[in-house]
C-alpha cells in the first residue's frame, strides 16, 4: 500500500502564496504519476496538476495543469524524498478547496489509485 500525507494548508488572503507537499511512503515503487486535485463539499475532485514519475524507461517529469490554475500553479517532486509540491501563487478566492494528494500505480493491466487525506486552503481578506 502506499500512504500519502498532505501538508502545508492554511489560511493564505488573495494574492498570496502556498506551497503543499505531499509525502509518499509504504510501498512506493511503481508510481507512475503523482498529482494534485480540489474538491469543494457536494462537489467532484477535480484535477489541479499531475506530474509523472520517472522510471527505468521513463526520466519523467511531464506536467499537466488545469486551465484554471496554469501560470500560478506549479507541480514538481522530488525523488529522492518520495515527495510532490504544489506552489500556489496569485491566490484566488476560488482557489479555496480541500486539496487532496493523489498517486497512481499503472500497468497494462491494472490500475490503482492512492489519495491523502486532503489538507485545507482558504484564500479569503
Known amino acids: 500500500q502506499v500512504q500519502l500525507v498532505e501538508s502545508g494548508g492554511g489560511l493564505v488572503q488573495p494574492g498570496g502564496s502556498l506551497r503543499l507537499s505531499c509525502a509518499a511512503s509504504g510501498s512506493i515503487f511503481s508510481i507512475n504519476a503523482m498529482g494534485w486535485y480540489r474538491q469543494a463539499p457536494g462537489t467532484q475532485r477535480d484535477l489541479v496538476a499531475t506530474?509523472?514519475?520517472?522510471?527505468?524507461?521513463?526520466?519523467?517529469?511531464?506536467?499537466n495543469y488545469a486551465d484554471s490554475v496554469k501560470g500560478r500553479f506549479t507541480i514538481s517532486r522530488d525523488n529522492s524524498k518520495n515527495t510532490v509540491y504544489l506552489q500556489m501563487n496569485s491566490l484566488k478566492p476560488e482557489d479555496t478547496d480541500v486539496y487532496y494528494c493523489?498517486?497512481?500505480?499503472?500497468?497494462?493491466?491494472?490500475?490503482?489509485?492512492?489519495w491523502g487525506q486532503g489538507t485545507q486552503v482558504t484564500v479569503s481578506s
Open positions: 506530474i509523472t514519475v520517472g522510471g527505468s524507461t521513463n526520466v519523467g517529469g511531464s506536467t
Open positions: 493523489n498517486a497512481v500505480k499503472s500497468t497494462g493491466i491494472s490500475r490503482v489509485v492512492y
